[in-house]
């Protein structure tokens, strides 16, 4: 006989899902997971840019982005070598950055943004099968979907339309027009849960209600075979690993918006310690 009691969560199988599919919500429902930068930028430099980005490994982007935060006057050490987290977001943001700038390339995809969404609000209104059935077909058509194999997410959520459309019959479903960002965030732990074995309310109950300080599931004491002191101790959940570094993200949009030239000019002459590309990666 197999033990009594709740099973357990695998937290981290929880998370994981949770980050994928609050980038594919964001993602239908803004066309990018960042948002469109300046339309000031000649083709020529997009496509400039995004040839310099793809050439960028997460350290190297890392160390620009720093360097791009001392000539703003912030107080950073350049020598310290990039953790695992830094690497995640380095190579996050990068990519995110890149999806923007291609976007800018093609007009049809900008056009497409108020039909992506319309695909999204009928998904997030959706109370019947057929509702979901139809708002998920339309979806995984997105070229951009298609062309990223991401099909899967759409095809997860009519697999799964029951459970879909139980998360949003329950009080907690966030139903202001202005909280947008909060279905998304429902929608997404409640996905977890159901792509984690476990039904999409644990998900969304399980992952409100994680900790995220000293002991916490996800709590990263060590690196590898370094154990992190503790003031470089931190939860290793997408949603922390963002917030950590909301204020970098911050410089670095500022950054793109009143010059990416600059950015780039400034990726041209960083140089990356060969330590830090041999260290292990993320």
Not at 63 to 87: A, C, F, K, Y
Not at 138 to 149: K, Q
Request: aromatic content about 8%; overall charge positive; hydrophobic content about 35%.
């Amino acid at each position: 006989m197999g033990k009594r009691g709740p099973k357990r969560v695998d937290m981290r199988m929880l998370d994981l899902w949770d980050s994928e599919f609050h980038k594919a919500f964001q993602s239908l429902r803004n066309g990018s997971v960042t948002p469109l930068l300046p339309r000031a930028l000649s083709k020529a430099q997009i496509r400039g840019f995004i040839t310099e980005l793809k050439r960028m490994t997460p350290e190297h982007y890392w160390l620009t982005t720093r360097r791009l935060s001392v000539e703003m006057g912030n107080p950073v050490n350049l020598s310290r070598p990039p953790r695992q987290v830094d690497r995640w977001w380095a190579q996050e943001e990068r990519d995110n950055e890149i999806r923007s700038l291609e976007q800018q390339l093609s007009l049809r995809d900008i056009e497409a943004q108020g039909r992506r969404r319309k695909i999204w609000d009928v998904l997030i209104k959706a109370d019947t099968y057929a509702a979901v059935r139809k708002a998920c077909g339309r979806w995984a058509r997105l070229p951009d979907v298609r062309r990223t194999g991401t099909t899967t997410f759409p095809e997860y959520a009519l697999q799964n339309a029951a459970q879909f459309l139980s998360m949003k019959t329950n009080k907690r479903f966030p139903r202001s027009t202005s909280r947008d960002d909060a279905r998304i965030d429902y929608l997404a732990r409640g996905m977890a849960g159901v792509l984690a074995g476990r039904s999409a309310m644990t998900g969304i109950e399980r992952l409100r209600n994680m900790k995220h300080g000293p002991g916490g599931p996800l709590w990263i004491t060590r690196e590898g075979d370094y154990v992190l002191p503790a003031n470089q101790q931190y939860c290793g959940c997408w949603r922390c690993k963002k917030a950590n570094w909301n204020n970098v993200a911050t410089l670095s949009q500022a950054g793109y918006e009143n010059g990416l030239q600059r950015f780039i000019e400034l990726a041209a002459t960083t140089r990356v310690p060969k330590d830090w590309s041999t260290s292990k990666r993320l």
